[in-house]
C-alpha cells in the first residue's frame, strides 16, 4: 500500500459495507482517545486524529462510499480500498485558510512538500497561503485592501467596485462593523424602554401581543445586526452542525430552535450535552444564550415584574427570533458565512 495513502474501513475498524451509524459510533469512540488534547504526550496524536478524520469524511460521503464498497466488492481491494491522503490533506490546507488557520495550513503545505515535492498543486497552495497572509499584514497594518494581485496577460482587471465586493467574502479573520454592534445595542435598549410604556390586556401568560412583538423585533432585528457586524461568527458554522444518532441526525440549530419554543433554558441544556457528546463548544453561542436571558432580564423589569416566569418561558418570544435573526444576518457579514 503507497505510503500517501490510507484504508478508511481499516483506520476506523470496521467492516466494508458499515452503515452510517456505525461509521459514526465508530470515529466518536476512536476520536475520544486519540484526540491531541487528550494523548497530549503521544507526538503521533495529531496525525493519528487527522487520518481518523480524513476516513469518517470519506466514507460519510454517500457517493464515495458506494463506489468505493461497490469497487470493494469487485474483489481488488488493494486497488479500491486505498484513498489518496494527499488529495483530501490538500483540500484540508484549504479549509483552513478559509477558517484564517495560517500557521496550520502552512505546517500541512510542509508535510505535502515532503511526500510530493514539485506538485504543481503545492505551489498553487503556497501562492494562496502567501496571498492570505499578505491580506492578512495590510488589515493589521491599518490598510482597508490588499494590494491587487498580478493579473496575467488577458486576464480581467477587477474594477474597483468588484474587488470591494470580493473582499467582503475573504476568508482570514475580519474586524467587526461596530456601527452596527451598536444599532443592535440601540435597537434592543428601544424595544425594552417601549415595552414599559405598553399598556394593553395580556393576550398569553400574562403579556400582551405588543410586548411579545416588542420582544421579537428585538430578538430577530438585534441578533441579525450582530451578526452582520462580523462580532459573532456565521450561524451555518457556529450551529450546522449535525447531531444525533442512529442515522437521524439534524442539525444543532433545529434542536435548539424546538426546545426553545417551550423554554431557552431547556434549549441550554440540548447545546450542554451536545457540547459534551457530539460537537464543539463556542463562545458565540454562549454568549447568544447569555444576551438572550439579560435582555429577558431588563424585559421582565420593563413588564413590571414576573422575572422568573419571563427569564424561563417568555424569553422564548427573544431566544427563537434571535436565531432567526441570526440566521438571516450571516448572509450580510464579512467573511464566508456559508463555510
Not at 31 to 56: G, K, T
Not at 138 to 155: F, I, K, M, V
Request: net charge negative; proline share 6%; aromatic share 10%.
Amino acid at each position: 500500500m503507497p505510503e500517501d495513502s490510507f484504508d478508511p474501513w481499516r483506520t476506523l475498524g470496521i467492516p466494508v459495507g458499515a452503515r452510517p451509524d456505525e461509521i459514526r459510533r465508530a470515529f466518536r469512540s476512536l476520536a475520544r482517545r486519540h484526540h491531541p488534547d487528550v494523548n497530549r504526550l503521544a507526538p503521533s496524536a495529531h496525525e493519528q486524529f487527522i487520518r481518523l478524520r480524513q476516513a469518517y469524511e470519506t466514507l460519510m460521503d454517500d457517493e464515495m462510499r458506494a463506489r468505493l464498497e461497490h469497487e470493494a466488492l469487485a474483489g481488488d481491494l488493494d486497488l479500491i480500498i486505498i484513498i489518496e491522503d494527499f488529495e483530501v490533506t490538500l483540500l484540508d490546507a484549504y479549509e483552513l485558510l478559509e477558517r484564517g488557520y495560517i500557521d496550520e495550513a502552512r505546517d500541512l503545505y510542509l508535510d505535502l512538500a515532503r511526500k510530493r515535492p514539485g506538485d504543481p498543486r503545492l505551489l498553487e497552495l503556497l501562492d494562496t497561503i502567501r496571498r492570505v497572509e499578505d491580506r492578512g499584514v495590510a488589515a493589521s497594518a491599518g490598510t482597508r485592501t490588499a494590494p491587487p494581485p498580478e493579473t496575467a496577460p488577458g486576464e480581467h482587471v477587477h474594477t474597483r467596485t468588484q474587488e470591494s465586493w470580493r473582499e467582503m467574502w475573504q476568508p482570514e479573520p475580519i474586524g467587526a462593523r461596530w456601527w452596527l454592534v451598536g444599532l443592535s445595542t440601540l435597537t434592543v435598549a428601544a424595544c425594552t424602554v417601549g415595552l414599559r410604556g405598553v399598556q394593553a390586556e395580556p393576550f398569553v401568560g400574562g403579556y400582551s401581543l405588543p410586548e411579545i412583538g416588542l420582544a421579537a423585533l428585538a430578538g430577530f432585528v438585534g441578533t441579525a445586526l450582530l451578526a452582520a457586524s462580523g462580532l459573532i461568527g456565521s450561524f451555518d458554522w457556529e450551529l450546522g452542525t449535525m447531531v444525533g444518532d442512529a442515522g437521524h441526525d439534524a442539525p444543532a440549530w433545529l434542536y435548539l430552535g424546538v426546545a426553545g419554543l417551550l423554554s431557552p433554558a431547556l434549549a441550554l441544556a440540548f447545546y450542554a450535552v451536545f457540547v459534551l457528546t457530539q460537537m464543539r463548544w463556542s463562545w458565540d453561542v454562549t454568549g447568544f444564550f447569555a444576551a438572550v436571558f439579560a435582555v429577558a432580564t431588563a424585559m421582565a423589569w420593563a413588564h413590571g415584574g414576573g422575572y422568573a416566569m419571563t427569564i424561563v418561558v417568555g424569553s422564548s418570544a427573544l431566544f427563537v427570533p434571535g436565531m432567526m435573526g441570526w440566521a438571516f444576518g450571516s448572509i450580510f457579514r464579512p467573511g464566508q458565512w456559508w463555510e
